[in-house]
């Protein structure tokens, strides 16, 4: 079945370095790509997404990269801050030939951000 | 506007009960799912549904069922439960966009089975 793999599980950075998070799909079908920041005890909120006909997509200090060829799709964050330490997680969704989609989330990433 | 609602927020059964959470949306979306979440598992899809009176299986499916009677509500039942099924379970909304496509969550419930 459909699989998304993300990495690394843990991610300790130091305030205002980089942040690189990976993940793979293996649905060749997914278009589209949407990534979750969730702090603790909270619900999951959307970030960032990129779409299959796209690249690259950049909002302030968040970027998304895709490679579809590859099925590979990773989140940047630069300059990082305290308030970014939180789980992500990355997904690959499809559209269902019923018209309907369906989302499969990676594992999550816990990102911490030493001050 | 509440988004997504989900019922109860926390709920502590012994092994063998049955229960049923809700999932409520005000937003008149088509889409609705339910995941689990559980540590170093990430979100992961139990049933879904594209629309009033559908529903579909996801990666985990054994031991619940659902019903999407109405396009705003969808429940997620546990038959008998076991404490494999101790999760946080999100409810989670669908709207698709020619731009974006985005997923809004219910706030989450926490499931205990003993």
């Known amino acids: 079945g459909e699989n998304v793999e993300q990495h690394p599980s843990t991610l300790s950075v130091q305030e205002g370095d980089s942040a690189v998070i990976k993940c793979t799909y293996s649905?060749?079908?997914?278009?589209?790509f949407p990534w979750y920041k969730q702090e603790l005890g909270k619900r999951p909120q959307l970030i960032i997404d990129?779409?299959?006909?796209?690249g690259e997509k950049k909002d302030q200090r968040i970027a998304v990269t895709l490679n579809k060829t590859a099925k590979h799709f990773s989140l940047h964050i630069t300059e990082t801050q305290p308030e970014d330490s939180a789980v992500y997680f990355c997904?690959?969704?499809?559209?269902?030939?019923?018209?309907?989609?369906?989302?499969?989330f990676g594992a999550g990433t816990r990102l911490f951000v030493k001050a | 506007n509440a988004g997504v609602t989900q019922t109860p927020k926390f709920r502590v059964l012994k092994t063998g009960q049955s229960m049923t959470l809700l999932c409520a949306q005000d937003?008149?979306?088509?889409?609705m799912y339910w995941y689990r979440q559980d540590p170093g598992m990430g979100l992961r899809l139990i049933h879904y549904?594209?629309?009033?009176?559908?529903?579909a299986k996801g990666e985990v499916p054994d031991g619940y069922n659902v019903s999407r009677l109405k396009k705003q509500n969808f429940l997620l039942g546990l038959e008998s439960a076991a404490p494999s099924q101790t999760s946080v379970y999100f409810c989670?909304?669908?709207?698709?966009?020619?731009?974006?496509?985005?997923?809004?969550f219910g706030q989450g419930t926490r499931l205990t089975v003993v």
């Open positions: 549904s594209v629309g009033e009176g559908t529903t």
């Open positions: 997904a690959a969704s499809m559209t269902l030939n019923t018209g309907g989609f369906k989302t499969i």
């Open positions: 990129i779409r299959s006909n796209v």
């Open positions: 937003m008149n979306h088509e889409y």
């Open positions: 649905d060749s079908a997914s278009n589209y």
């Open positions: 989670a909304t669908l709207r698709p966009g020619r731009m974006n496509t985005e997923a809004f």
